[in-house]
């Protein structure tokens, strides 16, 4: 079992930056790849980043490279997503998710519970 907590969530002007954090509970962390999923208001939960168990491999929508910044810690079984320059767009609830394999990130054997971002213009 894997118990999934995000943090790190909150209130920002446009043009600012926040980082979210998702601490991970069990010893499968470190062979599972691990990823974030938004979710705005009115709209389907999409794909934001993934990174592979060694962190080694990052994987990103198109339309955020270069914004956010998706890293690990094994050794304190964190993931981090460094969000920059954010924009209204980007206001949703940011999901934490542990996947077998990156082709399996999409359908992951578990979830956060969520934590909100709000950005203000």
């Known amino acids: 079992q894997v118990q999934l907590i995000e943090s790190g969530g909150g209130l920002v002007q446009a043009g600012g930056s926040l980082r979210l954090s998702c601490a991970a509970s069990g010893d499968i ?5 691990m990823g ?4 705005a208001p009115g709209k389907e939960r999409a794909f934001v980043a993934a990174v592979s168990p060694s962190g080694g491999d990052t994987y990103y929508a198109d339309s955020l490279k270069g914004r956010f910044t998706m890293s690990r810690d094994n050794t304190n079984n ?4 460094q969000m920059n320059s954010l924009n209204p767009d980007d206001t949703a609830i940011y999901y934490c998710v542990a996947a077998g394999t ?3 990130i ?5 979830w956060g519970q969520g934590t909100q971002v709000t950005v203000s213009s």
Not at 36 to 39: A, K
Not at 78 to 81: E, G, H, Q
Not at 106 to 110: L, V
């Open 106 to 110: 999409g359908a992951p054997d578990y």
């Open 36 to 39: 974030w999923f938004r979710q």
């Open 78 to 81: 964190t993931v981090y997503l």
């Open 29 to 33: 962390f470190r062979t599972r790849h």
């Open 102 to 104: 990156i082709a399996t």
